[in-house]
């Protein structure tokens, strides 16, 4: 079977879906690789090193996606809100299609990308076990998307992050308020941490305290009575709007002492909940920073604008989205492994056995014969169940 990369055509996007070094894994297992000519450059991966593992190359992106059996990208349309259109009409029926697809997002989408015919696969759906750890690409670009976050807060900060002791006296460290505990939050505590701030961090999920504390971020705990915090997979649960209102009050004391705030507050399919008001971004020092890493679902920030930088009562905010792709090297490389390796769970004999029975498959299958499988976006969407062919 023939696996396709194509060039990512969404606009300022620098990521490609698979990196030479995972090719010999993939031709082991009997597949073989044809990428478009130019996909991997503005990651950092030139035509020869994919040529060099045994890749071949095709001088468009009709040629790949016409030869492909198995299509992989990073931003499928539904995620690629741009220009993801243009693919469809090169897809076809009995392909596959794995990327992110947001699959939660416009169902027109979803149903436009099932009647090309194609098997598509969306990465957001991956399951949170422990057999599916290495194949969870949000966790990856969620990785990257903390660290880079707190690299734009300190870059922009007109402090220095340490405490310094110098000859000119003590420079106290800048304090550090990390909103939402999941996979960014954490990697934001750790790396804020690391260049020497004071961090504090609020999750409405009394579990994640430890773990922040782990980090050497101090746990900010509000008297609210959180019911339901987390689903099934570790991701927060919506709230209703009397426990976000509650939780702003007590929050806002909280901010005002921070000369940064990174929030990455989302729920799966909702718009991201508002848990810094215009009111406490007055209160805030001047010079003070926001990054907010839920702007592309609306922002946590009340003020945010999506993909800007702005300044609002002499504090930034900044609302860049696709950060993982600033860091396109490391975070292709690992979204990479984490399609191969999901990839690799589905292949037999050099053939794909899309086994249903799998959690991984079921999970994360979108669409299939003309239709919109999957049970979790047929209920989101309130969509008929299917009727079981017999």
Do not use: W
Not at 128 to 150: E, F
Request: with cysteine; glycine share 10%; net charge neutral.
């Amino acid at each position: 079977m023939l696996v396709g990369v194509p060039r990512e055509i969404f606009p300022g996007e620098r990521r490609v879906a698979l990196v030479p070094a995972v090719i010999p894994n993939l031709k082991k297992a009997g597949l073989e690789v044809i990428a478009e000519a130019g996909a991997g450059l503005e990651a950092g991966y030139p035509d020869a090193e994919y040529t060099a593992k045994g890749a071949t190359f095709a001088a468009n992106r009709a040629e790949v996606l016409a030869k492909a059996d198995i299509v992989l990208q990073v931003l499928c349309h539904g995620s690629n809100d741009r220009n993801g259109g243009d693919d469809l009409p090169l897809l076809r029926k009995g392909q596959v299609l794995i990327g992110f697809v947001r699959p939660l997002g416009e169902v027109a989408s979803l149903q436009e990308i099932a009647a090309t015919g194609v098997t598509s696969f969306s990465v957001e759906l991956m399951p949170r076990t422990t057999r599916a750890q290495s194949m969870d690409a949000l966790s990856s670009m969620g990785t990257i998307c903390g660290y880079k976050a707190v690299l734009l807060a300190a870059n922009t900060l007109p402090r220095l992050f340490p405490m310094l002791t110098t000859a000119a006296g003590t420079i106290t460290p800048a304090r550090v308020l990390v909103m939402g505990a999941g996979v960014a939050g954490l990697q934001a505590i750790a790396t804020a941490r690391r260049l020497g701030a004071v961090v504090s961090a609020y999750d409405l999920r009394p579990a994640v305290k430890e773990q922040v504390q782990s980090l050497g971020g101090r746990f900010v705990e509000l008297n609210l009575e959180v019911k339901d915090a987390q689903d099934a997979g570790g991701y927060a649960k919506a709230q209703d709007e009397s426990f976000y209102q509650r939780q702003r009050e007590l929050l806002g004391q909280v901010v005002a002492q921070h000369d940064v705030v990174i929030t990455t507050a989302v729920v799966p399919g909702k718009k991201a909940p508002i848990l810094v008001t215009k009111e406490m971004v007055s209160a805030m020092a001047p010079g003070s920073v926001i990054v907010d890493l839920a702007a592309e679902r609306g922002g946590n920030c009340e003020l945010t604008r999506i993909g800007e930088k702005f300044i609002d009562h002499g504090v930034t905010i900044i609302g860049t989205i696709n950060l993982a792709s600033t860091v396109p090297y490391h975070a292709s490389q690992m979204y990479a492994r984490n399609l191969t390796n999901f990839l690799l769970n589905m292949v037999k004999d050099g053939q794909l056995n899309m086994d249903v029975s799998d959690n991984i498959v079921s999970s994360t299958i979108v669409t299939q014969g003309g239709e919109i499988v999957n049970p979790r976006v047929r209920e989101f969407f309130s969509l008929p169940a299917l009727v079981a062919q017999t």
